[in-house]
C-alpha cells in the first residue's frame, strides 16, 4: 500500500496546517480497519462484528485545535497529563501538544475534557468496593491460617511506595512534604489519582513494558524501532486499553520506519516461530516455548498445537530476505554505489526490510523432523487455537474465520484479546499486581496454564474481573489496587516461596527496578523537572522509506538527499561489518525541558535514553534487562554497585553543590531543618530522634551537607521500596 | 611481564583444605566453616582418579544464543553443510573454515560433539547450562563457580571467587549466600570502576561510621534477606577498595600485541582479563559473548562472532600453555543449544538434540574428540553428554565431590550436576 493513500482521506488544507513542528508527521497506517475511535471513548469491549470500538459521538469530539503561532490540527482529545495533551487526529495518528503553547479557548477545553473524561473512568465507588473485595479475598486466606495482615503503611512509607509504583521514582523533599502535612481524610486516594494522571506514569510504564516486550533501538543492523518507540510512549500517554494497544501490535502492516504499531512483531521478523512463543507467554502466560521443539513434558501443550498457533502467522512475513540481499548486492556492485555513504545505505536497508506483510496462502510447515503421529513432517499446518478446557471453546472468544489467509492475524489478534479469552485478562492483571505488590498472585507470570497453582485462585479471579470491569485500561486497574488496604499497609520481608506461598498480608519488601534507581538518582541531583525531558527520534524515520520496486542507486541517493535536507545528523555506524554494533545514528530530539548533562551522564530518566542503555551505564549495572529475552531485568547486589554508589558519578551527582537535594537542604539556616529536608529527599520522612542526633553530631565534626547526602544514598534504606 | 603462579599461602591453604575433604568428606579446618549440611563423600571419589582435581581455575566461554555445532567445532559434508567448509587442524579432527586459529592449537584442545539436552528456549537453556538443572519456579540453582566456593572456600583474601564477564551476574549464587554470586564485569576494557574514594581518609572515616550507625537501623527494621545480602556487598567492596589486587582487573598493563592477539573487541578482551583474574587467585570465571542466535544471515554472522571466537580462544589457550597455567586451568567454550541440520540458505533455528562443546587443559586429554552425532548432525551418536554431566565433568576436574548433598534452605537435597555422570574418557 502506497504511504499516501490515507493521508489523502485527510482534507489537504488541514493536513497542509497540521503542527508537524510539535507533533511527529508519521503514518499509523492500517489496511484493514479505517483508524481506531478516539480513545477517551469508554466502550472498547469488541463485538465478534466490530473489532474495533467506536464511539456513537465522535462527531462532536472532532475539533480543530490552535496553537499560539495560528499552526491548527484536526484531533481529538485523549489524555492530559501536567502541561501536555494528547490528542488523535483522523488518521490514527497520535500527536502531543504542549498546553501552554495552545490558545487560551484550547486550553480550557482541555481542562474540561479531561474532566469529563474522569467521570467516565471508573467510579470512585467502585474503586472503593472493588479494592475491599481484593482485601476481603486477602483476609479470608489469612484468617485460614492463623495469620494477620501486616500493620497499616504510614503515610511516609506511603508516600515514597507510591510514587515509585505510579511514576516509578522517588517524591522530592518538596512532595513528600506536601503529602505529609495535608490533613484532608481521602489524601491518599487523591494522591493515587494525580499521580497516575501525570507523564511520569507513562515514562514508568514504558519502563515497565520495554522489559517485557524486549523493547530494544536496533532490530539489526541499520534498523532502528524509533518510532514504535514513540507509538508506544503516545499510547501510553493516552492510556489507550491493553486490549485496543495489543490488537494494534498484532495486526499492524508496513515498514518499520512508517507505522510504529509494527516494531513489536518485527522485533522477531528473522524468527517468526520464536516470535509466536513469545507473545504467547507474556500476553496469555501459556507455557508453550517447550513444545516449539517438542511435546511439553509438563504441560498439556503439544507441538502440534504450537505448530497450529503460529500458523496464525503463517501468511504473515515481517523479514524481507530478498530486499537485504538486493541492497547488498546494490552496495557491493552496483555502479555508483560507492558513492553512497556507507552507514546510510546500511540504515536505509534495514529500515526497508523490517515490514510485516500479509502472504496470500499459508505457509508454515510442520518440521522435516516432525517425529510424532498426529501429522505427516512437512505438511502444511492448518491454524486452530489452543484451549485449557472443553468449556472454552464455546465462549464468543473462540468464534472465528480462518478461511481467509491474509486475515489470519486479525482473527487470531480478536481471540486473544477478547474479553472472553482465558488468559488475556488474567495475564496482565497477575502481571500489574506484581508490578506494585512485589511478588505476583500466581508465579511465575509467564506460566498461568493451571490456575489452581495461583497463591490465591479466588484473589487472581477477582483481579480478572477488576480488569475487564475497567475495560483493559491498566491506569484504572492500577487506581484498584492502589486503594486497597492491602496495599497500604507495611511490606513484608522477601518470603521463602519454598517454604510455602505467600498469602500477601501486604506487599513485599522490594529493592527499587534499576530504572525507579536511576530516576529516583535523579530526582536528587536534578529535582522532579526530569519528568519533563521526553525523547522522541521517530519522527523522520518515514524519510528512510525506500519506493516499492527493485532498488536502485537512485532511489537510494534519493533518500540519502532527503536525510540532507531534513538535516539529520549522522554517526558513522563503527565497524557495522566487522567487530561489534554500530551506535544509534539517528540524532537524538528531546521535547520539553532539554536534559541536563553532568559528569558524562545525560539526566534523563529510564525511559528517555537509549534503549537498552549501554553495558556501562548505571543502569545495567543495576539490572536492567539487555531486552534479548522477555523479563530480563534483574534486582540482585554486586561490588560494582556498591563501588558505583560509594565512588562514581551516582554518589558525585547527589552530593556535589549542584545536588538539589543538597541545594535544596542549605536553603535552610537551622542543622535540625538542613538534616530533615534530606531525609525527606531521600527517603520521604524526618529523621528519628538518634538519626537526627547522630546526623548533627557528624556535621559539627566537619562534615557537609553532600557528606550527609553521600551517607544518605549509601544507606540501604535508598535502594528499597518501603 | 606479570606472571603470578598460584603460590601464595592462601592458594595452598585452599589447595589443602580442598584434598582433605574430598578424600575424607569433612573439613578439617573448622575456621572455614562453610560445609553446614555437607555429607561425607561417597567413597570412590577420592583422589588418583583421572583428571580429578587438576583444575585449580575454571574459565567458561560462554555463547549466548546457540552455537551451530556444525557451522563449527562438528562439520558436516552432507545436506547440512554450511557456508564453512571442513578444514584440518594440527589434530586428528576437523573443524570450519571460520576457525582457522582454532585449528593451530587443536592438539591442546578436546571437543564434546555429543552435547545433547531438550531445552530449546534461550533463558531456560542457558539457565541449564549455567547451572545444570532445569529452571524451575520456586528455587534457584547456584553456578560452578559458587559450589566451588562451598566446598573450597574463598580463593583469594580480597579478589572474589567468582567473576562475570560481559553479563550481569543473573542470580550465579543460587541458593548459596548472595556474595557467592561472581562479580560482574560489564566491560572488560574498563575493568573494575569507581573504585577511588571520592573524599579524604578523615571525611571518608567519618562518612562510614555515620552510615554503619544508619544502616544498622534500617537493617534491623527492615528484616530482609535482600538487605542483608547488600550488606555483605557493601563489606566485601570495602575490603575490595584497599586491596593490592586491584590490578587484575587492568588490561592496560597487558602489552598491546598480546592485546591485538585476543581482539580488540568485548570477547576478545573480556578473555584476556579473565585469564589476568585467574592468575591472581580467582577461580572461576565466566566470559560472554552474545550474537550466536543465527536464525538468519549465518555466515556474514559466522564471520563476525566466529572470527572474534577464534582468535580470543585461541590465544587463550597458547597464552594459558606459555605460562605454563593450562595444564591447571580448565577452559570450556559453552553454550545454549546446537542448531539445526536445516540449512536455509541464511541461517538456523535452535537444535538442543546435539551440539558441541570445547574444553582444554585442567587434566583435560589433548586434541581429543569425546562422542559423535549423526552424519546430518542431527542427533548424537555416541557418548552422549547432557547438561548435567557437563558440569559433572567440569567439578570433577576441579576436584569438588559430585555425591555430596546439599540442603536449599527449604531442605531440598541439591548436588553438583544434578547427579550428572562426569565423562571421565576426556581425561588423561
Known amino acids: 500500500m502506497n504511504p499516501l493513500t490515507l493521508s489523502v482521506a485527510i482534507p489537504v488544507s488541514l493536513a497542509a496546517l497540521s503542527l508537524s513542528a510539535i507533533a511527529a508527521p508519521g503514518q499509523n497506517r492500517k489496511k484493514r480497519e479505517p483508524a481506531p475511535a478516539p480513545v477517551s471513548t469508554p466502550a472498547s469491549v469488541p463485538t465478534p462484528e466490530k473489532p474495533v470500538s467506536e464511539a456513537k459521538d465522535v462527531g462532536t469530539k472532532w475539533r480543530i485545535w490552535k496553537d499560539t503561532q495560528g499552526r491548527q490540527l484536526e484531533a481529538a482529545f485523549c489524555a492530559l497529563q501536567d502541561d501536555w495533551c494528547t490528542v488523535q487526529a483522523r488518521n490514527g495518528q497520535i500527536h502531543r501538544l504542549q498546553l501552554s503553547e495552545l490558545v487560551v479557548e484550547d486550553r480550557v477545553f482541555a481542562a474540561a475534557a479531561a474532566k469529563k473524561q474522569a467521570e467516565t473512568k471508573l467510579k470512585a465507588d467502585y474503586v472503593k468496593k472493588a479494592a475491599y473485595q481484593i482485601d476481603f479475598h486477602i483476609g479470608s486466606t489469612l484468617v485460614a491460617k492463623g495469620l494477620k495482615f501486616n500493620p497499616p503503611a504510614t503515610d511516609s512509607q506511603f508516600v515514597r511506595r507510591v510514587y515509585l509504583d505510579t511514576i516509578g521514582r522517588i517524591p522530592s523533599a518538596e512532595e513528600a512534604a506536601l503529602f505529609l502535612k495535608d490533613n484532608s481524610p481521602d489524601k491518599r486516594a487523591k494522591l493515587i489519582d494525580a499521580l497516575l494522571a501525570s507523564p511520569g506514569y507513562s515514562m514508568h510504564m514504558f519502563d515497565w513494558m520495554g522489559d517485557m516486550l524486549r523493547i530494544k533501538d536496533m532490530f539489526f543492523r541499520g534498523a532502528y524501532s524509533f518510532l514504535f518507540q514513540d507509538w508506544l510512549k503516545d499510547q501510553l500517554a493516552a492510556d489507550r486499553p491493553w486490549d485496543v494497544l495489543v490488537r494494534e501490535l498484532l495486526t499492524a502492516d508496513g515498514k518499520l520506519c512508517e507505522n510504529g504499531a509494527t516494531g513489536f512483531l518485527l522485533r522477531d521478523a528473522q524468527m517468526p516461530l520464536d516470535g509466536v512463543s513469545n507473545l504467547l507467554t507474556t500476553f496469555l502466560g501459556a507455557n508453550v516455548a517447550c513444545a516449539q521443539c517438542h511435546d511439553h513434558p509438563l504441560a498439556d501443550w503439544s507441538q502440534k498445537d504450537f505448530y497450529q498457533m503460529a500458523a496464525f502467522f503463517g501468511a504473515s512475513d515481517g523479514f524481507d530476505e530478498k530486499g537485504l540481499r538486493a541492497a547488498n548486492r546494490l552496495g557491493k556492485r552496483e555502479k555508483g554505489a560507492d558513492s553512497l555513504p556507507r552507514n546510510q545505505l546500511i540504515m536505509i536497508t534495514g529500515a526497508n526490510i523490517f515490514r510485516m506483510q500479509d502472504l496470500p496462502a499459508q505457509n508454515l510447515k510442520y518440521p522435516k523432523d516432525y517425529k510424532y503421529d498426529d501429522a505427516k513432517p512437512e505438511s502444511s499446518v492448518v491454524p486452530q487455537l489452543i484451549h485449557w478446557n472443553s468449556n472454552d471453546l464455546r465462549s464468543d472468544a473462540y468464534k472465528i474465520n480462518t478461511s481467509d489467509p491474509t486475515k489470519l492475524r486479525d482473527e487470531f489478534a480478536r481471540w486473544m484479546t477478547h474479553p472472553d479469552n482465558p488468559r488475556f485478562a488474567t495475564a496482565i492483571a497477575n502481571r500489574l499486581w506484581k508490578k506494585v505488590f512485589g511478588l505476583a498472585v500466581q508465579e511465575p507470570v509467564d506460566d498461568l496454564d493451571d490456575p489452581k497453582k495461583a497463591f490465591n485462585p479466588a484473589l487472581l479471579g477477582h483481579l480478572t474481573e477488576i480488569m475487564k470491569t475497567a475495560r483493559f485500561d491498566l491506569q484504572q486497574f492500577q487506581r484498584v489496587l492502589l486503594n486497597s488496604q492491602t496495599y497500604q499497609r507495611a511490606a513484608s520481608p522477601t518470603p521463602d516461596l519454598a517454604t510455602g506461598p505467600y498469602l500477601f498480608p501486604g506487599p513485599v519488601t522490594r529493592r527499587l527496578s534499576a530504572e525507579q534507581t536511576w530516576n529516583s538518582l535523579l530526582t536528587l541531583a536534578a529535582g522532579p523537572q526530569i519528568d519533563k525531558t521526553f525523547l522522541r527520534r521517530g519522527a523522520k524515520m518515514p524519510l528512510l522509506s525506500l519506493p516499492d520496486e527493485k532498488p536502485t542507486v537512485e532511489s537510494f541517493q534519493a533518500v540519502v538527499n532527503r536525510l540532507e535536507q531534513a538535516g539529520i545528523r549522522t554517526i558513522a555506524a563503527k565497524g557495522a561489518k566487522k567487530g561489534g554494533s554500530g551506535v544509534e545514528t539517528f540524532a537524538a530530539d528531546y521535547q520539553g525541558t532539554p536534559p541536563l548533562r553532568r559528569f558524562d551522564l545525560v539526566l534523563a530518566r529510564a525511559s528517555e535514553l537509549p534503549q537498552p542503555a549501554p553495558e556501562s551505564h548505571f543502569l545495567r549495572l543495576f539490572g536492567s534487562s539487555d531486552r534479548l529475552v522477555a523479563d530480563g531485568s534483574t534486582s540482585d547486589g554486586s561490588v560494582p554497585q556498591a563501588l558505583m554508589l560509594m565512588n562514581g558519578p551516582a554518589a558525585k551527582l547527589v552530593s556535589d553543590p549542584g545536588s538539589c537535594a543538597v541545594q535544596e537542604a542549605a536553603k535552610n539556616r537551622d542543622p535540625d531543618q538542613q538534616i530533615t529536608s534530606l531525609f525527606l529527599s531521600f527517603y520521604s520522612r524526618p529523621p528519628s530522634f538518634q538519626e537526627n542526633n547522630a546526623a548533627k553530631t557528624a556535621l559539627k565534626s566537619g562534615l557537609t551537607l553532600g557528606d550527609l547526602a553521600w551517607t544518605l544514598l549509601n544507606s540501604r534504606e535508598f535502594l528499597f521500596v518501603p | ?428
Open chain 2, 1 to 428: 611481564m606479570n606472571s603470578f603462579p598460584l603460590q601464595n599461602p592462601q592458594d595452598r591453604r585452599t589447595f589443602i583444605e580442598h584434598c582433605a575433604r574430598t578424600a575424607f568428606g569433612v573439613s578439617l579446618m573448622p575456621w572455614l566453616n562453610n560445609t553446614a549440611g555437607a555429607a561425607p563423600v561417597a567413597a570412590g571419589s577420592a583422589t588418583g582418579r583421572p583428571g580429578f582435581g587438576k583444575a585449580q581455575r575454571v574459565i567458561v566461554l560462554f555463547l549466548d544464543g546457540g552455537l551451530s555445532h556444525i557451522d563449527s567445532f562438528d562439520p558436516k559434508t552432507g545436506p547440512s553443510k554450511g557456508p564453512g567448509d571442513a578444514i584440518s587442524t594440527k589434530a586428528d579432527f576437523q573443524v570450519t573454515s571460520f576457525f582457522p586459529e582454532t585449528a593451530k592449537v587443536a592438539q591442546k584442545i578436546a571437543v564434546i560433539r555429543s552435547m545433547t539436552a531438550k531445552v530449546g528456549v534461550h533463558a531456560s537453556a542457558q539457565y541449564l547450562m549455567r547451572t545444570g538443572y532445569e529452571k524451575r519456579g520456586t528455587i534457584i540453582h547456584p553456578t560452578l563457580g559458587a559450589w566451588a566456593q562451598h566446598f573450597l572456600g574463598a580463593s583469594s583474601q580480597s579478589l572474589p571467587s567468582s567473576v562475570c564477564v560481559n553479563q550481569n551476574a543473573n542470580h550465579g549464587n543460587g541458593f548459596f549466600p548472595a556474595t557467592y554470586s561472581p562479580l560482574p564485569i560489564l566491560v572488560p576494557e574498563s575493568g573494575l570502576t569507581n573504585v577511588q574514594g571520592l573524599a579524604n581518609p578523615e571525611t571518608t572515616r567519618k562518612r562510614l561510621a555515620l552510615l554503619g550507625e544508619l544502616n544498622a537501623s534500617y537493617t534491623k527494621q527492615a528484616n530482609d534477606p535482600n538487605v542483608r545480602a547488600y550488606n555483605e556487598f557493601y563489606d566485601s567492596t570495602l575490603g575490595l577498595m584497599k586491596s593490592e589486587d586491584l590490578k587484575a582487573f587492568d588490561l592496560a598493563a597487558e602489552p598491546a600485541d598480546l592485546r591485538d592477539r585476543y581482539g580488540r573487541n568485548r570477547f576478545g578482551q573480556g578473555c584476556l582479563l579473565a585469564r589476568r583474574l585467574v592468575e591472581n587467585g580467582v577461580r572461576f570465571v565466566e566470559v560472554h559473548s552474545g550474537g550466536w542466535d543465527m536464525h538468519k544471515d549465518l555466515q556474514d554472522s559466522m564471520e563476525d562472532r566466529g572470527g572474534e571466537l577464534d582468535k580470543a580462544f585461541a590465544a587463550l589457550v597458547d597464552d594459558l600453555d606459555s605460562r605454563g597455567l593450562l595444564d591447571s586451568t580448565l577452559v570450556v567454550v559453552a553454550t545454549e543449544f546446537g542448531r539445526k541440520p536445516d540449512f536455509d540458505g541464511s541461517g538456523r533455528g535452535h537444535h538442543p538434540i546435539a551440539f558441541s562443546t570445547v574444553l582444554a587443559g585442567g587434566g583435560v586429554k589433548r586434541g581429543y574428540v569425546h562422542g559423535s552425532t549423526d552424519a546430518l548432525g542431527k542427533n548424537p551418536a555416541s557418548d552422549g553428554v547432557s547438561p548435567g554431566d557437563l558440569h559433572a565433568t567440569v567439578a570433577w576436574a576441579a576436584g569438588l565431590p559430585l555425591q555430596t548433598e546439599v540442603q536449599s534452605p527449604s531442605g531440598r537435597p541439591m548436588s553438583i550436576g544434578n547427579k550428572g555422570k562426569p565423562a571421565l574418557a576426556l581425561f588423561a
